[in-house]
C-alpha cells in the first residue's frame, strides 16, 4: 500500500535507506522508458540540460569513464596544425633531431628537409649554395650541410686523445703547486711592471693631459712602442712569451654586455698585429689602400690628406654599383693584394651607406649581391695571419648591430674587419677615437691619413663644405678634361695651402694648452715629484727586460674598462653635448630674440610681432623642452651608478616631439619669412649684419643657428646605441633604451625624408632651368641617378656590321638617368673673350622611359671604341665615351635601373 503511493510521487525518504534505494531505481527505470521513446534531438537537450546541472567533480568522473571506455583519437600535428606553425616548431630540432624525424612518416620527412629550416644552419658556419634551387627543388639545403660535414676534419674523442692527449691527466701535488707559484709570479711581475709604467707616464704627462686625442698624440710621440729588434735585446724569452700568454687565457672570460654577441677583440689570433714589424720583407710588396666616398662633406681636404705610400680611390656616392666599386678596386691595385684597406664612406652605428640606394646593415648583410661583394672584397686584402686587415671609418662599434655586422663580415670574409667605437658627438668626430679590436702600432687613421689635416678637416667639416662647394663651381670648367681624383687633389691642396687653417688651429691648441697647463702646475703639490721619485725608487724592479709593457697596458685598460665605466662615459657625454646643444638654442633667445622684442616695447620696431613670432616661435617652444630634458639629465646624473636608468627620461622626452614637428612643418616657411623681412626691412637688414656670424653666435648667422635641432637627433641615436651596448641584458634600462631607441629611429626616419623631398625637388628645378625646353621633369619619386657626357655617332652605311663600319661625330650629348626615364640633351660650349673658362648649355633632345629602353654594346674595333647603342621606341642613339671605365660604368648603372624600373 504504501508502494502504491510512493511510486509516481516527488517525495524522497531520506531516513529509509532501503526504500530511497528502491524509489531511485524505479525513478531510474522510468527516466530509461523515456529516454528510448525521445528522438535524438530531445535526448541531446536532455544530456546538455543534465550536464549544466552537474558539478566540476561529476563532469570529471564522465571524462573518466569515457577515457576508459571510449579509445580517444590520436592525430598527427602536422596534419592538423597550418605549415608555417609546423616548420617553426622543428626549426628547433637540432640536425640530427631533424635526420631522425624524417624517419617517422612522409609527411614529417617533407617538412624537415624544408629549405627555410636548413638554410639558417648553413649559413650559421659560412655554407652557402653554389647555385639557386629552382621553385620546385627542396631539401638543397640539406644535402649541402650533409656535404659540408661529411667534408671537416673530425675526431672522435677516443681518436683526439690518441692524436693529442687528455687534459683529464692527473697531475702530482709538486706540479699543480709549481704552476700556482709560476703564476703567482708573472701575475706580480705584471702588476709592478703596470704600476711602475704608471708612475713614469704619470711625471712625463703634462697635467692638462686628460685621455683624448691629445693624450694620444703625446703618447705616440714621447713613449715609442717597442720594435721586435728591442724586445730581442731586453730578453724576452719565447718561453715567457708562451707563459704570458697561458696567464691571460687562464683569467676570467668577460662576456658581451649585450648578452648575444661578441666580437674578437683581444683574441690569440690577432696578437701578431702587436708584434708585426713593419720592415719584414713579406709586406714590403702589399700597399695600404683607401677608398672615399664623394658623400663625404670636402672630401677633396681628404684626398689631399692622404699620404704618400697610400693608394686612394675617390668613388661617387650617386650613380654607382657594387660591381663597378669592385672594378675601381680591382683597376686600382693592379693584381696586388693590399696589406690593409680603409673604407671611408658615410653612415651610422648601425649600418654603412656606401652607395646610394644602398645602406648595408645586418638585414641585407646575407643578400647574394652584397655578400659577393663584401666576399671579393675580403680577396683583395691579405690575410688575417699576415697582418690584414679592412678599416671601416664608420662607428659600427657603437651599437650591438653595428659589433654584429663587423662579426658577420669577419665570418663570410675570413678577414679582420675594425671599426671605431667612440661616442663623441659632432661632424666626424669618432674617426679620432678608439677602434674596435685594433692592437697594430698605430691607429686606422694613421695609417692612411695625414693626422694633422684629418683633424683640422673634422673640425670644421661644414664650413670646408660650404668653401669647396664655391671653389668646385669656378673651377670645374678648367678640370674637365683631366680626370678626377687628380683635379680633387688640385683643389684639396689648393685650399690647405691658401686657406691656412692648420697653424691657426695648431697655435690655438698650443696656447690652451700652456695656458690650461700653467694654471694647473700652479696649483700643483712640490712635493709631490719627491714622493713619486721615493716610491719609484722603492718599487721592485724584478724582470724588467721580460714583458713588452705597451702589451701590458693595452690588456691592463681593457680588462678594467667594464661596462659600468663606459655606461657613464656614454652618459657624461650626453649630458656635455646637450649642454652645448642648449647653449647654442640659447644663443637665438638672447641674441636675436630679446633685442627684437624689446624693440618692439620700446615702439621702436625692427620686426613686426607677427614676423616675430612666425619666425622665433618655434625654437623657443624647442628650447623650453630642451631645458627640461637637459634638468633631468643633470638631475640623474649627480648621484650616478651603475643602476641608474636613462631611458624613461628619452621616453618622456619622446612623448613631447610634436613641438619639433612644428618647427620642421615650419621650416621653409621661416627661411622665406627671413629672406623676405632682409629684402623689404632696411633695419632688419642692418640688425643682422650687427648680429651674425659674431663671437656671441659662434660665428654663425641665424640660418645656421636654426640648423641645429635636425643634427641633434643624429646624436640622440648614436648615443642611444652605445648605452645600449654597454647596458647588460638584465638591467631594467634596457627595455627603455629599446624604447626610446625605436621612438627617436622612427622621428629620425620623419626627418630624413623631409631633407630627401627638399634635396631632391632643388635638384630636380636645377635641372629644368639648365636644360633649355626640358618639359616639367619633377615628379613623384623621382631623382637623378648619374650625367654622363658622350659623342654621338653617325655610321655612313647601315648595312655592314658595327665593327666594319665608319662613324662620323656628329654632336656631344648629356645623357641624364633618372629611376625611371632617361633623358637625352645636346650639348654645348660657348667661349667668352678674354678668358679661359668656358659656358656649357643643355638643348632638349627627348626622354625615353627605362622599361622600353634597349643598350647594346658594340664591341671595340680600329675603327671605334667604347660605343654603344641606346634604342627607344621611336629612335636611337650611337653613343662613345671618352674612356674605357666611362663605359663601363655608365652601363653598369643603367642596366641595374632599367631592371629596378621593370621590377616596379
Known amino acids: 500500500m504504501e508502494s502504491s503511493h510512493t511510486r509516481f510521487s516527488a517525495w524522497t525518504p531520506f531516513k529509509n535507506k532501503s526504500l530511497n534505494r528502491q524509489l531511485f531505481q524505479e525513478r531510474v527505470a522510468l527516466i530509461s522508458h523515456w529516454f528510448d521513446l525521445w528522438t535524438s534531438k530531445q535526448r541531446q537537450e536532455f544530456l546538455c540540460m543534465i550536464f549544466s546541472r552537474c558539478t566540476k567533480s561529476q563532469l570529471r568522473f564522465v571524462q573518466d569513464w569515457f577515457s576508459e571506455r571510449t579509445q580517444v583519437a590520436k592525430v598527427d600535428f602536422s596534419t592538423v596544425l597550418p605549415r608555417f606553425i609546423s616548420l617553426y616548431i622543428f626549426s628547433f630540432l637540432n640536425p640530427k633531431d631533424l635526420c631522425v624525424a624524417a624517419q617517422v612518416s612522409w609527411p614529417w620527412k617533407f617538412l624537415t628537409e624544408q629549405d627555410c629550416i636548413w638554410m639558417p644552419k648553413c649559413v650559421k658556419f659560412g655554407w652557402f649554395l653554389p647555385y639557386t634551387p629552382t621553385e620546385n627543388e627542396y631539401g638543397a639545403w640539406k644535402h649541402h650541410y650533409i656535404a659540408c660535414v661529411s667534408n671537416l676534419d673530425w675526431l672522435t674523442p677516443r681518436e683526439a686523445t690518441a692524436i693529442y692527449g687528455t687534459l683529464n691527466e692527473p697531475k702530482t701535488d709538486d706540479e699543480e703547486l709549481q704552476e700556482r707559484q709560476r703564476e703567482r709570479c708573472l701575475r706580480k711581475i705584471i702588476w709592478d711592471k703596470i704600476a711602475l709604467r704608471k708612475k713614469e707616464l704619470f711625471k712625463v704627462r703634462p697635467p692638462w693631459v686628460s685621455g683624448t686625442c691629445c693624450s694620444r698624440l703625446l703618447k705616440s710621440k714621447c713613449q ?175 651599437s650591438e648591430a653595428g659589433t654584429e655586422v663587423l662579426a658577420q663580415l669577419s665570418q663570410l670574409t675570413g678577414t679582420f674587419f675594425t671599426a671605431p667605437t667612440g661616442i663623441a658627438t659632432g661632424s666626424y668626430q669618432h674617426i ?84 690650461e697647463g700653467l694654471v694647473e702646475l700652479s696649483k700643483a703639490d712640490s712635493g709631490r715629484g719627491v714622493t713619486e721619485d721615493g716610491a719609484r725608487d722603492a718599487t721592485p724592479t724584478l724582470g724588467t727586460s721580460d714583458l713588452d709593457l705597451e702589451v701590458l697596458l693595452k690588456l691592463e685598460r681593457k680588462l678594467q674598462l667594464d661596462s659600468a665605466e663606459k655606461r657613464a662615459r656614454v652618459v657624461g657625454e650626453l649630458v ?45 617652444r624647442v628650447l623650453h623642452l630642451n631645458r627640461q630634458f637637459l634638468d633631468d639629465l643633470r638631475d640623474r646624473l649627480q648621484d650616478w651608478g651603475p643602476a641608474h636608468c636613462v631611458g624613461e627620461i628619452f621616453l618622456k622626452f619622446g612623448s613631447q616631439l610634436n613641438i619639433y614637428t612644428n618647427f620642421f612643418n615650419n621650416y621653409p616657411v621661416i627661411l622665406k619669412t627671413i629672406e623676405k623681412c632682409r629684402e623689404v626691412t632696411p633695419a632688419f637688414r642692418a640688425f643682422l649684419r650687427r648680429h651674425n656670424k659674431t663671437v656671441a653666435t659662434q660665428m654663425l648667422s641665424l640660418p645656421e643657428l636654426l640648423l641645429h635641432p635636425a643634427q641633434r637627433f643624429e646624436e640622440y641615436l648614436h648615443l642611444l646605441y652605445a648605452l645600449r651596448l654597454h647596458t647588460p641584458a638584465e638591467h631594467v634600462d634596457r627595455v627603455h633604451l629599446t624604447a626610446a631607441i625605436d621612438q627617436l629611429r622612427k622621428y629620425q626616419g620623419y626627418i630624413d625624408q623631409m631633407k630627401r623631398s627638399v634635396h631632391l625637388e632643388g635638384q630636380l628645378s636645377d635641372i629644368q632651368r639648365a636644360i633649355w625646353g626640358c618639359p616639367t621633369i619633377s615628379e613623384a619619386n623621382r631623382y637623378l641617378i648619374r650625367v654622363q657626357d658622350v659623342a654621338q655617332l653617325h655610321r655612313y652605311d647601315e648595312e655592314i656590321s658595327f665593327s666594319l663600319s665608319l662613324y662620323q661625330h656628329v654632336r656631344d650629348l648629356s645623357l641624364f638617368l633618372f629611376n625611371d626615364v632617361l633623358l637625352v640633351s645636346g650639348r654645348a660650349e660657348a667661349y667668352t673673350p678674354f678668358q679661359r673658362t668656358s659656358k656649357t648649355t643643355y638643348q632638349f633632345i627627348a626622354s625615353v622611359t627605362l622599361h622600353s629602353l634597349l643598350v647594346e654594346d658594340i664591341p671595340d674595333s680600329k675603327y671605334v671604341r667604347n660605343a654603344f647603342i641606346l634604342q627607344g621606341p621611336k629612335r636611337e642613339w650611337i653613343c662613345a665615351t671618352e674612356l674605357e671605365d666611362d663605359k663601363f660604368l655608365w652601363l653598369s648603372v643603367l642596366q641595374n635601373a632599367i631592371r629596378s624600373s621593370m621590377d616596379r
Request: proline share 4%; charged share 25%; hydrophobic share 40%.
Open 576 to 620: 656635455q653635448s646637450e649642454r652645448k646643444y642648449v647653449q647654442t638654442l640659447g644663443t637665438v633667445r638672447d641674441v636675436y630674440v630679446t633685442p627684437l622684442r624689446a624693440a618692439l616695447s620700446s615702439n621702436r620696431a625692427i620686426l613686426s610681432a607677427a614676423n616675430v613670432q612666425i619666425i622665433f616661435a618655434d625654437i623657443l
Open 432 to 515: 679620432l677615437s678608439d677602434w674596435l679590436g685594433a692592437l697594430w702600432e698605430r691607429p686606422p687613421p694613421a695609417i692612411y691619413f695625414n693626422e694633422v689635416k684629418l683633424r683640422m678637416w673634422s673640425r670644421i667639416t661644414d664650413f670646408l663644405e660650404d668653401t669647396l662647394t664655391a671653389v668646385r663651381k669656378q673651377l670645374r670648367p678648367l678640370f674637365q678634361e683631366l680626370r678626377k681624383s687628380i683635379s680633387g687633389r688640385m683643389i684639396g691642396q689648393f685650399l690647405s695651402d691658401t686657406a691656412g687653417l692648420t697653424n691657426i688651429v695648431n697655435n690655438q691648441e698650443v696656447a690652451r694648452a700652456l695656458a
Open 224 to 398: 715609442p712602442r717597442l720594435s721586435q729588434t728591442v724586445r730581442a735585446r731586453m730578453g724576452l724569452h719565447e718561453a715567457q712569451e708562451k707563459l704570458l700568454l697561458a696567464s691571460l687565457e687562464a683569467l676570467p672570460k668577460r662576456s658581451n654586455v649585450s648578452g648575444r654577441h661578441s666580437y674578437p677583440l683581444l683574441s690569440k689570433k690577432n696578437w701578431h698585429g702587436a708584434y708585426r714589424d713593419d720592415n719584414s720583407n713579406s709586406y714590403a710588396l702589399q700597399p695600404h689602400f683607401i677608398l672615399i666616398s664623394s658623400r663625404i662633406p670636402a672630401y677633396e681636404m681628404v684626398v689631399e690628406s692622404v699620404k704618400a705610400d697610400v693608394i686612394s680611390v675617390v668613388y661617387e656616392h650617386s650613380g654607382i654599383t657594387l660591381e663597378s666599386l669592385l672594378y675601381l678596386i680591382e683597376k686600382a691595385l693592379a693584381g696586388r693584394k693590399a696589406q690593409s684597406m680603409g673604407l671611408f664612406s658615410d653612415g651610422n652605428s648601425r649600418e654603412i651607406h656606401l652607395l646610394q640606394g644602398c645602406k648595408i646593415g645586418i638585414k641585407n648583410l646575407l643578400k647574394p649581391e652584397v655578400r659577393d661583394f663584401w666576399e671579393k672584397l675580403g680577396s683583395y686584402v691579405a690575410t688575417e695571419e699576415e697582418g690584414g686587415h679592412v678599416d671601416l671609418f664608420v662607428p659600427l662599434g657603437a
